[in-house]
Every structure is written in structure tokens, then in C-alpha cells.
T-cell receptor, first 113, second 114 residues
Framework: AQSVTQLGSHVSVSEGALVLLRCNYSSSVPPYLFWYVQYPNQGLQLLLKYTTGATLVKGINGFEAEFKKSETSFHLTKPSAHMSDAAEYFC???????????FGAGTRLFVKA | NAGVTQTPKFQVLKTGQSMTLQCAQDMNHEYMSWYRQDPGMGLRLIHYSVGAGITDQGEVPNGYNVSRSTTEDFPLRLLSAAPSQTSVYFCASSLTSGGVETQYFGPGTRLLVL
């Protein structure tokens, strides 16, 4: 069965510092991997996705993630945090050809001035 | 496009009451789904539909019914509400391009069952 583990329910960084949100997955077949962002009282918005090909994926708002098969990881990074990045971030996995997306528990990012 | 719309935004029910959460999309997406979001648990799939007339169960289907009579609408029914169904409910529709699905989420419905 597929599963997603996000390490750290809360992450706090200073404005301008590196953002690193960790995600590890379990899947019996090559997966599709996603990162979503949720701002307060809103639905989820897709940040980026990995399907096949290049393992470094660039998304919106300066975020990127790298698929590492050997580590079963898909960590999300951003070189310099902005106050507007404060939100909850969800990692998700989906089997290729499947219909079900499994979400991690989420990581809330706090950005300090 | 209005995207994915959900009504109501908020609802308070008493245990045992029934209600329908509405979801509509105007993007002609075939795939639609319902999730519930609870603190510390991320989103869990309740039911999904791959097209009009076709529905299937997700991770947590018990206590919920769905139907898909049109491409646009995918209502979620609670037949007899329970306090355990207090949650935030999200509807999503999906576009598949290049073999990969991208989900678009509605703004959510906050449900409190007393």
C-alpha cells in the first residue's frame, strides 16, 4: 500500500532563509509525486509534480523538489523564504495509472521576520 | 471559469440529521473526488468518480454516499450525521494531460456535527 510521511508537523524559518520540507513515500510501483500548498481557509493548490524524466522539478513561487528513488524521498525546497510562504504544505503520492491520491499529514511553515 | 464550487461554506448539524454537500465544476473534467481534512491527518479520500454514472469508494467511505448523474455535479450525502463526521470537506476535479492528473480543489465546506 502507498503511504506518505512528512517529517515535522511544524517548521519555522526566518525570512530569507532556506526552506526545506521533508517527504518520504512508500509505493510498490513507480509513483507520481505532488506537493500542494494550503493557505488559511482555502483549498489546496498544486505547487509542483513529478511524473517521469528529470528528477529535479521546479514549481510555482520559487519552490522545487527532487525525486530520489534510492531514498524514496521528494523533499521540497526554496532558497529564500518570504513571509507570504507561510502556509501548510502537503506531499502526496499516486500510483501511475491509478485513481487514488494519498496525502501526507501536512507541514505547517512559519516564516519569522 | 468558476472552477470548483462548493456549497454551503459552513454547516452545523445535529446527530442523526441528513444533508447534502454540493460540488460543481465547469471545466468539463471527468474525474471528481471528495476528501475530508482533519487536523494532523492530511486529506483522506472519501469517494471518487471517473465519469458520469461511475463512482467508487476511497479510504474512508463509511457514512457517505455519492452519485454522479452529470459531468458537472458530484454531491456528497450524509444520511445520518455523526460527531465523527465533523471535518472540513473538499471537493476536487481533475484534468489529465500527458497521462498525469492535476487536481483542482474547491474552497471547502466546514461541517460541525453536534
Amino acid at each position: 500500500a502507498q503511504s506518505v510521511t512528512q517529517l515535522g508537523s511544524h517548521v519555522s524559518v526566518s525570512e530569507g532563509a532556506l526552506v526545506l520540507l521533508r517527504c518520504n513515500y512508500s509505493s510498490s510501483v513507480p509513483p507520481y509525486l505532488f506537493w500542494y500548498v494550503q493557505y488559511p481557509n482555502q483549498g489546496l493548490q498544486l505547487l509542483l509534480k513529478y511524473t517521469t524524466g528529470a528528477t529535479l522539478v521546479k514549481g510555482i513561487n520559487g519552490f522545487e523538489a527532487e525525486f530520489k528513488k534510492s531514498e524514496t524521498s521528494f523533499h521540497l525546497t526554496k532558497p529564500s523564504a518570504h513571509m507570504s510562504d507561510a502556509a501548510e504544505y502537503f506531499c502526496a503520492v499516486r500510483d501511475t495509472g491509478g485513481f487514488k491520491t494519498i496525502f501526507g499529514a501536512g507541514t505547517r511553515l512559519f516564516v519569522k521576520a | 471559469n468558476a472552477g470548483v464550487t462548493q456549497t454551503p461554506k459552513f454547516q452545523v448539524l445535529k446527530t442523526g440529521q441528513s444533508m447534502t454537500l454540493q460540488c460543481a465544476q465547469d471545466m468539463n473534467h471527468e474525474y471528481m473526488s471528495w476528501y475530508r481534512q482533519d487536523p494532523g491527518m492530511g486529506l483522506r479520500l472519501i469517494h471518487y468518480s471517473v465519469g458520469a454514472g461511475i463512482t467508487d469508494q476511497g479510504e474512508v467511505p463509511n457514512g457517505y454516499n455519492v452519485s454522479r448523474s452529470t459531468t458537472e455535479d458530484f454531491p456528497l450525502r450524509l444520511l445520518s450525521a455523526a460527531p465523527s463526521q465533523t471535518s472540513v470537506y473538499f471537493c476536487a476535479s481533475s484534468l489529465t494531460s500527458g497521462g498525469v492528473e492535476t487536481q483542482y480543489f474547491g474552497p471547502g465546506t466546514r461541517l460541525l456535527v453536534l
